[in-house]
């Protein structure tokens, strides 16, 4: 058994944050990485100075070197999965880890992220990442300057065009024409058709059903193929897909979801969350899944706990 003040899950930006700040007021942390991160298959980070257009995995590891260098009496890093974390009847915190080994603290930092749930059309999976972008902030500056991109209104792009609507202006930014596929969803092109008359000719929307998705060896290129044996190769694709937070570990405690499942509910600006004494920093507790907004609300997370411990 093990005794630290704050337990941080989740060894990501928002996780290292927290450590960093919970050190620098000189509390210990027990920070569990499991090694599972949703930018995993990214090979650059953007919109983070001094880091932009790095490898994610090398900010990950000057950050943890950076602790262990100058903070080796207040961070500890376990390379084990949580699998269970719950209040004790004294109102701290428990956390089982995947060896059976038992830690305790004081108050407890949700870090663990999302996980993207692509959708169920062949060649996804393959494109992700590498043609199929979810955020043009993150992606999309490298391939820019394209004849042509297209836009995915399908699954949760479908359930709010409003959403999609953003992601068609922003890919105007990058190419000279954008075109929607609604995959058969009618009823979400003529929602779309009334949002975006005012691009004109620069947008146009196609109905086809999908049955493939094909990377291109050149660039992001990527090519559709539809149920009728026809195809089209675009510049990139754009889509942001469901997320879904993998908190089983976590059922016993009293966590409240937002209503789009994507994150917690919290209390700003700490982000704590419906459960007293229990912080979400980073992808699981915010819509703004970036990098550097995961650094910054570990760093409010760890501030919130700091209070607390010190009563004001």
């Not at 699998?83 to 701290?92: F, P, R, W």
Request: aromatic share 8%; hydrophobic share 40%; proline share 4%.
């Amino acid at each position: 058994m093990s005794s630290v003040d704050v337990i941080i899950v989740g060894g990501g930006p928002a996780g290292l944050a927290a450590a960093l700040c919970l050190s620098r007021a000189c509390y210990k942390t027990a920070i569990f990485d499991s090694e599972i991160y949703r930018n995993a298959q990214a090979s650059h980070m953007h919109m983070f100075p001094t880091w932009d257009h790095k490898d994610p995995k090398e900010y990950r590891a000057a950050a943890k070197a950076e602790l262990l260098k100058r903070y080796p009496d207040f961070v500890n890093f376990v390379k084990h999965r949580v699998t269970l974390v719950k209040k004790t009847a004294e109102g701290a915190f428990q956390a089982v880890d995947e060896t059976g080994a038992e830690w305790y603290g004081k108050k407890l930092i949700l870090a663990t992220g999302v996980k993207d749930i692509l959708p169920n059309i062949s060649g996804y999976d393959e494109c992700w990442s590498k043609g199929i972008f979810h955020c043009l902030f993150c992606h999309g500056h490298e391939d820019r300057g394209q004849k042509s991109v297209g836009v995915l209104a399908i699954e949760l792009m479908a359930q709010v065009p409003m959403i999609t609507n953003g992601l068609i202006r922003n890919a105007l930014q990058f190419s000279e024409t954008v075109t929607v596929y609604t995959n058969s969803g009618e009823a979400v092109a003529n929602t779309l058709s009334g949002m975006i008359v005012d691009l004109g000719d620069h947008v146009k929307i196609d109905n086809r059903h999908i049955v493939r998705f094909i990377k291109e060896p050149t660039g992001a290129a990527v090519t559709i193929e539809f149920d009728d044996g026809s195809k089209v190769t675009e510049g990139f694709l754009v889509h942001g897909p469901r997320n879904e937070m993998a908190l089983e570990f976590a059922k016993d405690l009293n966590l409240e979801k937002m209503p789009s499942g994507g994150e917690l509910k919290v209390t700003p600006p700490f982000n704590e969350t419906t459960e007293p004494g229990c912080f979400a920093a980073g992808d699981c507790g915010s819509m703004g899944k970036i990098i550097v907004a995961g650094v910054a609300f570990g760093t409010f997370a760890a501030t919130g706990i700091v209070k607390q411990l010190q009563g004001y």
